[in-house]
């Protein structure tokens, strides 16, 4: 098994002992965000959004004790999202049966419109999930670069800018962008992969 199997098969066990703080507040870290995100883009308003995180936190530390990692089987990040989809859809129709005035409309809407397949919101998840893992490695990793590497990946990979302009921006060659761009590319990839090495 290699270290990031079993760093990720390291904290999905740790998080079976519910007094393991530094497990359950890794956990926190990384997946909060994901699940703030996706009830955002589910059309939630903030503060149901960040009531549909406390809920799916407490229910993952509620079962956490019966799942078993098996990639074979299914990911932990789909176990996750079949929770957090299934809180989305119960206050959905908590709502449809309590209307609760005009400024929920356009989660009833969203919620309403949803086809029966989970394609849309299977997407709309492994979206925010991919993007606030990286989020997550990017603020974990940035301190072991210096500016101008940094600088030179982000600008290359995020901003989607040239190598070329980016080494007239920084005042360093193209090869030092191609070189910085690759290094902290390679240690985002290993830092990701500590988690979920899907991606």
Not at 10 to 38: C, K, M, N
Not at 41 to 56: I, K, Y
Not at 67 to 93: D, H, M, T
Not at 127 to 153: G, P
Request: aromatic share 10%; proline share 3%.
């Amino acid at each position: 098994m290699t270290d990031a199997a079993t760093t990720r098969l390291s904290l999905l066990i740790r998080l079976h002992d519910s007094g393991d703080t530094d497990a359950w507040e890794q956990f926190v870290e990384i997946y909060s965000p994901l699940v703030f995100h996706f009830a955002r883009n589910c059309d939630l308003q903030e503060s149901d959004a960040a009531d549909l995180v406390q809920e799916v936190m407490s229910e993952v530390s509620k079962c956490i004790s019966r799942f078993e990692y098996n990639p074979e089987i299914g990911k932990f990040r789909s176990w996750l999202y079949k929770i957090a989809k299934r809180k989305v859809w119960r206050l959905g129709e908590k709502r449809r049966k309590q209307p609760q005035g005009a400024g929920d409309s356009a989660t009833l809407r969203f919620l309403e419109n949803q086809p029966d397949s989970q394609d849309d919101f299977q997407q709309l998840w492994d979206s925010e999930y991919e993007r606030h893992l990286l989020d997550w490695a990017a603020r974990k990793i940035r301190s072991k670069f210096n500016e101008s590497t940094w600088k030179a990946f982000w600008m290359t990979s995020v901003e989607d800018m040239t190598p070329q302009s980016v080494a007239k921006a920084l005042n360093i060659s193209v090869g030092s962008v191609y070189v910085a761009r690759s290094r902290v590319a390679k240690r985002l990839a290993e830092k990701i992969r500590e988690i979920d090495d899907s991606l």
